[in-house]
């Protein structure tokens, strides 16, 4: 462990995890002066999923999804927390990768933009042990940001802290092709409905179409590969955001038709009068434009069975993988019961959650709640007023639904706390009925996206007036 100089009238707050959450806390709190022990176990002891040393490694897609903040609400978060001073979108913007209406990011550069921003702070210490067992009880103040991948022993003693069974899934890692084997005379560039993003041109996926005989053939195959088996004691639910394609597939032949192989949006140059029965979408991800990694297609076949069936992909016939799909265990907190509204563990106040240990899905999502962590955090070691998002901000809604506002009871079980991706669903409804500039009442389609718009208009104002009622309390 290396120590740095920090301030010697301030007591440091440590935080166990330098995964996105980790970082991002940690960003929050050396930026208002309060010193860091940032423990991350790697390369000690490594994970299932990490292959690097890095931290904010990202071991599944390299997409923080739409950046659009007008009709999107992960575009929304993403807006609040580049206002915020968020590390983690500061660093996204600067190596991100054309992926449509997406902001996607060279994973290998992000990491390494993360981590030398991390480590060259002189207010942040890293210890690269692995925390074994409960933290010390001298830490006054402690987040704990382990992700999915919390190692056993932690695991174990937050358990028996808080007398209850963790919840737990399987989330699976999409394969990705180096971009020099895939078939370009039957693939094509084609954002969906030609959407241009950040970085992007309206020409941003690499789309491979199949006739309905190949689909058939190709389901047919994912039904009978050969897969990984698990015991039944490590059998837990998937979550619905990230299901591997065979699932899908087993939920029935035209899933996938309707979950990532969707062939809307897209037209084939070549036959340009004829609509593919499926299309299988790889996005960029890294900035050499060198790797793609197929879309939505998380999978837990076997490492032969995969190659073999992935193949069978028109354009993929002769693709070779610089990493096939995997399959990791995540394990997350019945947070509702268990944290307070400020993220502390009601059991042990000292100890505060954050990342998708508390529950929530996705980089961005998981990284919203460490900075507001960190925020929490900064402001009790410096005795600021603790204050947080309203509930019709993005921030405000997720944190919400970790601490329980969408539950009807306190004494819900377990089993009704899911891991949850930021969504319209969990802001409160517009005050007023959605209407037209005519004063007409919307239907169908239009009122949907007037609806989104109205949400996030309503969340950008309160966002705005929340900053300006921190009393200097944000970055500058």
């Given at each position: ?27 929050q ?40 903040s ?35 990011v ?70 990705i ?17 030609d959407k ?59 899933t ?31 900035k ?76 961005v ?26 509930i ?38 517009p ?46």
């Open positions: 462990m290396t120590q740095k100089h920090s301030s010697p009238s301030i007591t440091p707050v440590h935080i166990i995890g330098g995964g996105l959450a980790g970082c991002e806390a940690a960003w709190l050396v930026h208002r002066q309060v010193p860091v022990i940032l423990h991350e176990m790697r390369p000690k002891r490594m994970t299932e999923a990490h292959q690097t040393h890095d931290l904010a490694e990202l071991v599944c897609s390299n997409s923080f999804r739409s950046d659009d007008d009709s999107n609400a992960v575009g929304l978060l993403h807006e609040e927390m580049r206002r915020m001073g968020s590390l983690i979108m500061q660093c996204a913007d600067h190596n991100q990768v054309p992926a449509g209406g997406a902001l996607a060279d994973r290998i550069g992000f990491a390494q933009s993360v981590t030398e921003k991390i480590t060259k702070h002189p207010l942040v210490t890293l210890d690269r042990n692995e925390i074994q067992g409960p933290p010390d009880p001298s830490w006054d103040k402690v987040i704990i940001a382990t992700g999915p991948l919390t190692s056993p022993s932690l695991a174990q003693a937050i358990l028996e802290v808080t007398d209850q069974a963790a919840l737990a899934f399987y989330d699976a890692i999409a394969p092709v180096y971009r020099e084997t895939i078939n370009m005379d039957v693939a094509w560039f084609q954002s969906r409905y241009v993003g950040p970085g992007g041109n309206g020409a941003d996926y690499i789309n491979c179409p199949m006739d309905q005989e190949q689909y058939n053939r190709f389901v047919d195959a994912l039904l009978s590969g050969d897969k990984t088996e698990f015991r039944d004691f490590e059998k837990t639910p998937y979550f619905d955001g990230c299901l591997p394609i065979e699932v899908m597939a087993e939920r029935g032949r035209e996938l038709r309707h979950g990532p192989m969707k062939p809307v949006g897209l037209t084939n140059p070549r036959a340009p009068y004829k609509k593919p029965y499926a299309i299988v979408q790889l996005r960029q991800d890294n050499l434009g060198t790797l793609y990694n197929l879309v939505g297609f998380q999978t837990k076949l076997k490492y032969g069975a995969q190659a073999e069936i992935l193949r069978m992909i028109p354009g993929l016939e002769q693709a070779e993988f610089a990493r096939l799909g995997g399959l990791h265990r995540n394990t997350y907190l019945n947070a509702p019961q268990l944290l307070d509204p400020t993220l502390r563990l009601k059991a042990q106040p000292a100890w505060r959650f954050a990342g998708q240990i508390t529950g929530c899905e996705g980089y999502e998981s990284a919203a709640i460490g900075l507001l962590a960190g925020r929490m955090a900064a402001a009790e070691r410096l005795g600021a007023p603790l204050s947080t998002p309203p019709t901000t993005a921030m405000g809604a997720l944190l919400n639904h970790i601490t329980g506002g969408h539950l009807e009871t306190i004494d819900a079980g377990p089993r009704s706390y899911q891991p949850m991706n930021i969504n319209f669903g969990l802001f409160p409804p005050d007023e009925p959605v209407r037209s500039s005519e004063g007409k009442r919307l239907r169908g389609p239009e009122k949907a996206k007037s609806r989104k718009m109205q949400i996030t208009a309503r969340g950008k104002e309160a966002m705005t007036q929340w900053l300006a009622e921190q009393d200097g309390f944000n970055l500058v």
